[in-house]
């Protein structure tokens, strides 16, 4: 797929990858779900969740063992076709636990995304995981 369409779009797309990342460093729920169409879907590790409510509903849970993560994202392509685009890119996750472990992963989305006005939502983010590194356990 590479980097096909307006590079002014390709750019947007880019942002809106990291509006996503930057909400999961920051822990921000508003954040997060602004990066998403109201009737999106979000499928990924045996999960669909559908709409934002469903995606809110979610957050608690992802959080509650978690003091921060760390997350960040490589974009491997951007397609723009008129109002719509595909869009890959790879992330990295580590995520500090509340008991002092850490856990280490990576996977891949699979994106689907329009436009809104001046700016690009994910209306489809499809996770697939890559692999995990031993994780690190808290200190007795």
Not at 16 to 35: I, K
Not at 90 to 110: C, E, N, P, V
Request: glycine residues 8%; proline residues 3%.
């Amino acid at each position: 797929m590479s980097f096909e369409g307006a590079l002014a779009d390709r750019i947007l797309i880019r942002e809106r990858m990291s509006d996503y990342a930057d909400a999961m460093f920051q822990r921000d729920l508003d954040a997060w779900l602004g990066c998403f169409t109201e009737d999106c879907l979000w499928r990924g590790n045996g999960m669909e969740m559908r709409g934002l409510d469903a995606l809110a509903a979610s957050w608690p849970n992802l959080w509650a063992p978690l003091n921060r993560m760390a997350y960040f994202t490589e974009v491997a392509a951007i397609r723009v076709t008129g109002e719509r685009a595909t869009a890959r890119c790879y992330s990295r996750q580590i995520m500090f636990q509340k008991d002092g472990g850490i856990r280490k992963f990576a996977g891949l989305y699979h994106d689907k995304l329009v436009r809104r006005g001046d700016t690009w939502l994910f209306s489809e983010r499809e996770f697939e995981f890559i692999g995990t590194e031993p994780n690190i356990e808290p200190a007795a």
